[in-house]
């Protein structure tokens, strides 16, 4: 039986604390001393260390992952009625800040095998009306971006990458050298919720350009439009990255790598152990990406994904669903261009993924014991 004592969960943000505890306590009270709550020197420390660490020009940070996005497209100066083609297959988030801002959400399938958006599918759904493209990384590897900026330069698109939960992953170009995800088309939005790869200890979000244009654009319109203060030049949103959750973001990021390797590793251990159970697909690898696995998705092949969900839950073992409803088929984003049937792989996605534990605090004896209950599920 396993230890009752240490529940598993699918992320343990307090085992990671415990590790860095001293740096988190003195970055925190620090900033409480200072009482530079907003705009405090953590922040413009942390966008230059993220500048750093991604090989961009520019980070501007922001209030949350959502607003990266919304913000993103204000300042490429998206229009009502322009078209934003993106993944059917994705959070709800990237769909919402095209509706909010009366952009016209066009959704196309994703692969199969790795889950990014099929550029295929993302072309034959470009008309006169489309604007941008919003890829998103998903479950942390990228999607395939030679191919997308390919097709973005043939039609003159922009692209937005929802690098979200891809940050630290490497995309792997056709010209050789390596480039950090979000740091490929014009503007790269990344959340720093607390379960993400690099979270904070609440909401946070930041974008990424080398267009220094652009960069200033979308500085300006996450603080209100203005550039100098009580003259706005555009309207804008009040949209900041808080200056305890730059202090705390700090110290993670200085161990985001060394993150990446644990969930590397993790994910090492659940390949080879699910590679003798049949009806269990473990996840794909891009050749083009190194993967971050923000998530740990299998697809259950053979089975009935819901009750082993079910018998793991009986044992304690969470398990969660990303996501269960494709956007298509999302009540508030029904839309009679689309029907069930249309995105076939979405949909089958939707039915079959299951995304296990997936932390920097796994250890064998844990992972054993969650791989043991699905064998046992799937009846090995
Ligand atoms: C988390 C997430 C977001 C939104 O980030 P928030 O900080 O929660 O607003 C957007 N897109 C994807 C793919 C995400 O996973």
Same mark, same amino acid.
């Given at each position: 039986m396993k230890d009752t004592a240490k529940k598993i969960q699918m992320v343990d943000l307090t085992g990671q604390y415990k590790r860095i505890q001293d740096k988190i306590d003195k970055a925190i009270l620090d900033v409480v001393h200072s !009482? !530079?709550? @907003? /705009? $405090?020197p953590d922040v413009k420390s942390f966008q230059q260390e993220l500048e750093k660490y991604l090989g961009v020009k520019h980070v501007i940070p922001c209030a949350n992952g959502t607003d990266a996005l919304q913000i993103a497209m204000m300042g490429l100066g998206l229009k009502p009625g322009d078209e934003v083609i993106t993944a059917d297959?994705?959070? #709800?988030a990237t769909a919402e800040v095209i509706a909010l801002l009366g952009l016209k959400p066009v959704l196309v399938d994703v692969y199969p095998n790795t889950f990014t958006i099929n550029i295929e599918a993302l072309e034959r759904a470009i008309t006169p009306k489309t604007k941008a493209i919003v890829p998103v990384h998903l479950f942390g590897q990228c999607a395939e971006m030679d191919e997308l900026m390919a097709v973005a330069k043939k039609h003159n698109l922009y692209v937005i990458e929802d690098a979200a939960q891809a940050i630290g992953a490497d995309y792997l170009p056709a010209i050789g050298g390596t480039v950090k995800a979000g740091a490929i088309g014009n503007v790269g939005c990344t959340s720093f919720f607390p379960s993400k790869n690099l979270g904070g200890y609440g909401d946070g979000g930041a974008m990424y350009t080398n267009d220094t244009d652009l960069a200033l654009r979308l500085k300006v319109i996450s603080n209100? $439009? +203005?550039? #100098? +203060?009580?003259?706005?030049d555009m309207i804008g949103v009040n949209s900041r990255l808080d200056s305890i959750q730059a202090a705390v973001l700090r110290v993670k990021l200085s161990h985001l790598d060394e993150y990446t390797a644990a969930r590397q590793k993790a994910a090492g251990f659940y390949d080879k152990a699910f590679a003798n159970i049949p009806g269990v697909k473990i996840p794909a690898k891009s050749k083009k990406s190194t993967h971050v696995f923000h998530q740990y998705t299998l697809l @259950?092949? /053979?089975?009935?994904r819901n009750k082993l969900k079910e018998h793991l839950a009986a044992r304690e073992i969470p398990a969660m669903i990303y996501y269960p409803i494709p956007l298509h088929l999302q009540k508030a984003y029904r839309d009679p261009r689309y029907r069930e049937g249309d995105f076939p792989v979405t949909e089958k996605l939707c039915a079959s993924v299951l995304s296990l534990p997936m932390h920097t605090e796994l250890d064998d004896q844990t992972q054993n014991f969650i791989v043991r209950a699905i064998a046992e599920y799937m009846g090995c």
């Open positions: !009482a !530079a709550f @907003i /705009n $405090g297959f994705t959070y #709800v209100h $439009g +203005q550039s #100098v +203060q009580y003259h706005h @259950i092949e /053979n089975g009935d």
